[in-house]
């Protein structure tokens, strides 16, 4: 944490004695004899900039204001600026206007009065640092939290698609498989969000866009949220242009924007209500607009400007909070922000219903297709699909093999990076699906020793784990993975990934 405060004041001695009282009373300070070396210091942090009114000539004050513009949320850089006695210059007022947490003393300043602004300041400072460190900790926390959270998430999802493959026609059983199917979506979806908040606060979410139909995104969002809809017998209409839009978009984020405001509409619609879901485009500007309209609660003025706020959980007509971590919609205003566009509500009233406006400029230029290949369970030379399995949770392990093998893969599963790397020697694996987080051997290591034996360039390497931060995702690619999954994973992003590699082996072998 650094508490150096900068003294800028190029000209006469207001530097060398500010310096020297501050020496004095133990407080550690830094001269900047010119702007170049103040805008290197404030890159390397500060506690406090102390500067002179004289000193504030448009560079100076340009370069104070980028600085101030530029700081993350947690800080609020405390500027003292030196003024003449009784003067209010137009340097001054623009410093007011311009630097935020600023503070002026009247010169000549009493020695004893700018140590205890000094003091005070830094204390303030402080505090600033603690809530910075409170953040990284709380990120820390959150990504541990999802990665434990996920670990048995991705079994009980395993065992229940399972469960469809043994009993297709046994209602008992579908009955539980679907129920526990719902709480373990709805408890990814608490976890994704969760995480969601602690890679925006530290800048860690990047776009990654790819060109997909709109009639994809919406038939997505339209199995995330239509269970709770049925359960509460709500009607969704969806119009969609009748010609197929191409998006380029990062295909999950895209689908949390109207996953997210489509389940909040219907979380308060009443029972029997109903919500409509319209989506037109503009070749003008190469916009998308989603209106999501319904007839539930509204919203009443006061409240429009809070919802989108994170963690904000409203009030319902009866007065009683509602449920979730009131995450849904800020997150739904981000990433829309991040691919260029907005999020606005508008409501008549309380019990006037709301409606949503998502507007995207998003649209493909050339609108050109890209088919995504079915998937084939056949190995490189023709022969069943060979998968080895690799996870410390032997649970997980075992139901993931037995999964692939109802649905056609010849599967193995082992324990350790030691046993991964025997039974690539023995079976020679066409996929290997390994978690990231095992003991001893951990992933990366196993992926890079798995990498470096003849043949091994062939083997489509997926990384299964419940880490999904961008530097996890990059220290996968360095490793050798083809692919990063997160748990819970579905077996039909598997299916999909292993049908695209063998397609492409197959367009390679025709050349």
């Not at 700018?114 to 603690?130: D, F, G, M, V, W």
């Not at 503009?282 to 919802?307: E, K």
């Not at 020679?428 to 003849?454: H, K, N, V």
Request: proline share 5%; hydrophobic share 45%; net charge negative.
């Amino acid at each position: 944490m650094e508490t150096r405060i900068l003294i800028y004041a190029p000209t006469g001695q207001d530097a060398p004695l500010a310096a020297k009282v501050l020496a004095l009373a133990a407080i550690d300070s830094q001269v900047c004899a010119n702007l170049a070396q103040l805008e290197e210091e404030l890159e390397r942090g500060a506690g406090a900039v102390l500067t002179v009114e004289e000193a504030l000539a448009p560079g100076a004050l340009q370069l104070l204001q980028s600085c101030v513009a530029r700081q993350p949320d947690w800080s609020d850089l405390p500027i003292i600026l030196l003024t003449h006695n009784g003067a209010d210059s137009a340097v001054v007022r623009r410093a007011i206007t311009g630097l935020g947490n600023l503070s002026l003393m009247e010169r000549p300043v009493r020695t004893l009065t700018l140590i205890t602004a000094l003091h005070s300041t830094l204390r303030a400072r402080n505090k600033q640092y603690q809530v910075r460190e409170a953040a990284r900790r709380k990120d820390e926390f959150l990504a541990s939290l999802g990665h434990e959270l996920r670990n048995p998430l991705a079994p009980i999802r395993t065992s229940v698609s399972l469960l469809t493959h043994l009993y297709p026609e046994a209602a008992p059983v579908a009955r539980i498989r679907d129920m526990v199917e719902r709480q373990v979506r709805l408890l990814t979806r608490l976890v994704d969000d969760l995480l969601d908040v602690s890679r925006i606060t530290s800048g860690k979410i990047k776009l990654q866009p790819q060109l997909v139909s709109l009639s994809s995104v919406m038939s997505h969002v339209a199995e995330l949220c239509q269970q709770a809809a049925d359960a509460k017998r709500i009607h969704i209409a969806w119009q969609l242009p009748p010609s197929e839009i191409m998006l380029n978009v990062d295909y999950a984020r895209v689908v949390q924007i109207y996953a997210n405001i489509l389940s909040n509409a219907v979380k308060f619609t009443p029972q029997g209500g109903h919500v409509l879901v319209k989506a037109v485009a503009s070749a003008d500007d190469g916009a998308l607009q989603v209106t999501i309209r319904d007839n539930g609660i509204g919203l009443d003025a006061d409240t429009i400007p809070r919802i989108f706020r994170m963690f904000e959980q409203s009030n319902t007509v009866s007065g009683q909070f509602s449920s979730g971590l009131g995450i849904g919609l800020s997150l739904a205003r981000e990433f829309a922000e991040m691919h260029g566009g907005t999020v606005d509500a508008h409501s008549a009233g309380l019990g006037q219903g709301s409606e949503f406006v998502i507007r995207l400029p998003v649209l493909d230029s050339d609108g050109a297709r890209h088919p995504v290949p079915l998937a084939q369970h056949a190995g490189h030379d023709g022969r069943k699909m060979q998968v080895l399995v690799v996870d410390d949770n032997q649970d997980a392990a075992d139901s993931l093999a037995a999964l692939l093998e109802i649905d056609g893969f010849d599967v193995r599963a082992v324990y350790d990076g030691p046993a991964a790397i025997a039974a690539v020697e023995t079976l020679a694996p066409d996929m290997i699906i390994m978690d990231l987080g095992m003991p001893g051997m951990d992933g990366y290591e196993t992926a890079r020793a798995i990498r470096q034996r003849p043949g091994a360039e062939r083997i489509l390497l997926l990384a299964l784990t419940g880490w999904g931060q961008s530097d996890a995702r990059r220290r996968t690619a360095e490793a050798g993975f083809d692919h990063h999954l997160v748990k819970p994973v579905e077996l039909e992003q598997i299916v999909r990934l292993a049908g695209a590699r063998h397609n492409r082996e197959q367009v390679q072998a025709a050349r």
